[in-house]
């Protein structure tokens, strides 16, 4: 990434955290109250879906508006995920984020903000977040090099 990407990615960032500690999104007892139906229709807090609603209304047209480019302004090519599968992995991680999302309260992006609040609830989310992530790559490490290993061993065997 260029030093302009950079600096772009980073503002971008911090005008989200700004949104998420303004709208109370970085606060685990507004997001539970979203999830939480258990105490009734009348206690229940719909702010989150504003929000992500909000989000939708500027991403939709910036969306469109970025697709009908033939690059983006501060790099040389548009860098879009391109598998369109679900598998196991993507259900599981999805699964995981939001059983600790809903547990918690926090998602990474109002965690690592909440983090920049000295928040212990936070910092132990976010260790918790940085630890599963980790041992993510090293077990998917051990399964790539057993992978290449086994079809070494049966290119050899043929």
Not at 43 to 58: I, R
Not at 71 to 84: I, K
Request: net charge positive; aromatic share 12%; charged share 20%.
């Amino acid at each position: 990434m260029t030093p302009k990407a950079h600096l772009s990615a980073f503002g971008t960032g911090l005008l989200f955290a700004t949104g998420l500690a303004l709208s109370g999104m970085t606060l685990p007892a507004k997001v539970i109250g979203f999830f939480d139906f258990s105490r009734g229709l009348e206690s229940w807090d719909p702010s989150l879906a504003f929000v992500m609603g909000g989000g939708m209304l500027v991403y939709l047209p910036v969306y469109r508006f970025v697709k009908g480019r033939a690059r983006p302004l501060l790099e040389d090519r548009f860098r879009l995920p391109t598998r369109r599968d679900i598998d196991f992995r993507l259900v599981a991680g999805a699964a995981l984020f939001g059983l600790g999302w809903g547990l918690g309260g926090f998602c990474p992006g109002p965690a690592l903000t909440s983090v920049g609040a000295m928040s212990s609830k936070a910092l132990i989310m976010v260790a918790g977040m940085f630890g599963g992530m980790f041992l993510f790559q090293q077990l998917d490490n051990l399964r790539s090099r057993q992978r290449e290993r086994a079809s070494s061993n049966a290119e050899k065997a043929a």
